[in-house]
């Protein structure tokens, strides 16, 4: 099993539509969680922290389920600002990348 | 806002020549890493640095990998005989804390290509 699993996507979304991601991982012990931005060729980076109450930040939230080791990203109206990469990422030691869900937002 | 600034931008060497890749962290920063991702694949870790010595390194990391802290700012990776399989972008970054729940800045990386 992969240690932090993303479906690959790409997720093809019109403009002003709401969109999930999911995110697994393999090690309960994982301390920390976070949703990270890539934009084509450019550096990660961080959209928000994941809590295990949730957090909100504008049009984003984010829900940890360490039950179920299951981490999720929603997007509200989405915007063509918003098609890039988002890479789920859990801390334990050092950071563990998933290879990421390729998002287009169309007009 | 800080930021944590990589140069070159862009490097590109012959195969079996050495490289150093060079970062300067965000000032009060006191964790360091070395992160790579090939072209079209995740993000790896390479390295973690602190307090002058490393303090976590992957398989990846191996004797043709080194860092150095030279001086109070500069954060040097360096690859030693490189391999056409060392073409990547590799992302220096750097934390506050090692057990951050703030995540990590990056630098905007260097482009490595090994010819």
């Known amino acids: 099993r992969k240690e932090v699993e993303q479906d690959p996507g790409p997720f093809n979304v019109p403009e002003g539509a709401t969109v999930a991601f999911n995110c697994t991982y393999s090690n309960s012990a994982s301390q920390s969680f976070f949703w990270y931005r890539q934009d084509c060729r450019k550096e990660p980076k961080l959209l928000m922290s994941v809590y295990s109450s949730g957090n909100e930040d504008g049009r984003f939230t984010a829900q940890l389920n360490r039950a179920s080791q299951y981490i999720s990203l929603l997007i509200r109206d989405s915007k063509l600002s918003d098609s890039a990469t988002y890479l789920c990422?859990?801390?334990?030691?050092?950071?563990?990348w998933g290879a990421g869900t390729k998002l287009i937002i169309k007009p | 806002e800080p930021e944590v600034t990589q140069t070159p931008s862009h490097q590109v060497t012959q195969m079996g020549q050495e490289v150093i890749l060079r970062c300067v962290p965000i000032s009060n920063h006191l964790y360091f890493y070395w992160y790579r991702q090939i072209l079209g694949q995740k993000v790896e870790f390479l390295v973690s640095?602190?307090?002058?010595?490393?303090?976590?390194k992957s398989e990846i990391f191996d004797d043709q990998f080194s860092v150095e802290r030279p001086d109070g700012s500069n954060f040097t990776l360096k690859i030693r005989s490189t391999k056409l399989e060392d073409s990547a972008m590799y992302f220096c970054a750097s934390s506050e804390e090692g057990g951050s729940n703030y995540g990590y800045t990056f630098g905007s990386g260097t482009r490595l290509t090994v010819v």
């Open positions: 640095f602190y307090n002058n010595e490393i303090s976590e």
């Open positions: 990422v859990v801390h334990n030691y050092q950071l563990i």
